[in-house]
Each structure stands twice: as C-alpha cells, then as structure tokens.
C-alpha cells in the first residue's frame, strides 16, 4: 500500500539557520511527491511538487528532490526566516492525483 | 484568488448527535474531498466525489458518513450518530480534474469536538 513518514516534530530553529525536514514513502506505481505546507488558521496550501524520480521541486527557496533509490523526499531550505514557522505536510498521490497520502506534519517555528 | 472555504471552523456536539460540515470548493472544480486529521496523527482520505456520486472512498468511510453536493456550491460531510473517535480536524479539497495532473485545493478546516 501506500504511505508517507516525515520526521516528528516540533522544530525549532533560530533565523537563516538551515532547514531539513526527513520523508519517506511507500508506494505502489509511479507517485507523484509533494509538500503542503499549512500557516496558522490557514488551509493546506502546496508549496512543491516532482513527478518522477531525480524530479526537485522547488518554491520559496524550499527545495526536495524525488529519490526512488531511497524512497525519500526530503525538504529543505539554506536560510529559514520567521514567516516560514508552519506545519509542513509530505504527501504522495497516484498519478491521477485522486487521492493523496499525507505524513503526520512536522511543526517548524523560526525565532529571530 | 478562488479558495475552498469550510463552515463552521469548530463545531463541538455531543456524543450521537448527527453534524454536518460544510463546504464551498472552487466554483469550475470537478473533483471533491474530505479528509481529517485526528490530533497528533496523519491526514487521512475519507471521500471523492465526482460528477454527482462517490468516487472513492477510505475504510474510515463507513455507514456513519455521507456526502452530498445539495446545490451547485455547497459540498457536504454527516456524520450520523457521532461518536468520540470523530473528534478530528476535517479538511475539504477540490481539484479541477479536467486535463492530466492538477492540484488539489484545501480549505481551512473545520475542528470536530465530540463530548
């Protein structure tokens, strides 16, 4: 079947400190990967994509790249800054993109 | 920019008490979805919904729930006879569905507390 884990959280970094945030997926098929990244009060909201192996998504300096030899999708970014503090959401979806598998999300706070 | 919006954002009902939860997808979308995320755990599938009936459903999914798109806005989720296990975050998606791969759309939440 399928599934996502991420790495638990909370993390807590201090500003332009750099960023990683562990995911591995199991998956039957060709997935596609994704990180969703949720603000406070906010919804779900995509922050990247890669929809085939050696894909990197990339957005906002955030940046993972689709690794099929170990089945990872790992986020991160050099410099994380204060409005980047949300919980982040690994996800794998059919290539449909019917229906989507998430991780638990990984809570990120960013102190100045 | 069009958004999926979700009413109430919390509901708090007791125990057997049917609830429904609302939602209004992105007005050209094809596809919709629920989902929910019990306190500390993953976000997992409910439903889809295309074209006026279910198109796949989770093993969460059973007799106590049901969808309905009662007009052409308004997406919804009832749950029958609550129970506490339902306590959740329950999210609504939608997506346009039209061409190959496209993203699905999230709302904001709607927090279920079942006393």
């Known amino acids: 079947g399928n599934s996502v884990t991420q790495m638990e959280g909370p993390v807590t970094l201090s500003e332009e400190a750099f960023l990683t945030i562990n995911c591995t997926y199991t998956?039957?098929?060709?997935?596609?990967l994704f990180w969703y990244v949720q603000y406070p009060g906010e919804g779900l909201q995509l922050l990247l994509k890669?929809?085939?192996?050696?894909d990197k998504g990339s957005n906002k300096g955030f940046e993972a790249t689709y690794r099929k030899e170990t089945t990872s999708f790992h986020l991160e970014k050099g410099s994380v800054q204060v409005s980047d503090s949300a919980v982040y959401f690994c996800?794998?979806?059919?290539?449909?993109?019917?229906?989507?598998?998430f991780g638990t999300g990984t809570s990120l706070t960013v102190i100045p | 920019e069009p958004e999926v919006t979700q009413t109430p954002s919390h509901q708090v009902t007791q125990m057997g008490q049917e609830v429904i939860l609302r939602c209004v997808p992105i007005?050209?979308?094809?596809?919709f979805y629920w989902y929910r995320q019990i306190l500390g755990q993953k976000v997992e599938f409910l439903v889809s919904?295309?074209?006026?009936?279910?198109?796949?459903k989770s093993e969460i999914f059973d007799d106590q729930f049901s969808v309905e798109r009662p007009d052409g806005s308004n997406f919804t989720l009832k749950i029958r006879s609550t129970k506490l296990e339902d306590s959740a975050m329950y999210f609504c998606?939608?997506?346009?569905?039209?061409?190959?791969?496209?993203?699905?759309?999230f709302g904001p939440g709607t927090r279920l507390t079942v006393l």
């Open positions: 998606a939608s997506r346009e569905g039209r061409t190959g791969w496209n993203e699905q759309f």
């Open positions: 998956a039957t098929g060709y997935p596609s």
């Open positions: 890669a929809t085939k192996a050696d």
């Open positions: 996800a794998l979806s059919s290539n449909t993109g019917n229906q989507f598998y």
């Open positions: 007005s050209n979308h094809l596809y």
């Open positions: 919904f295309y074209n006026n009936e279910i198109s796949e």
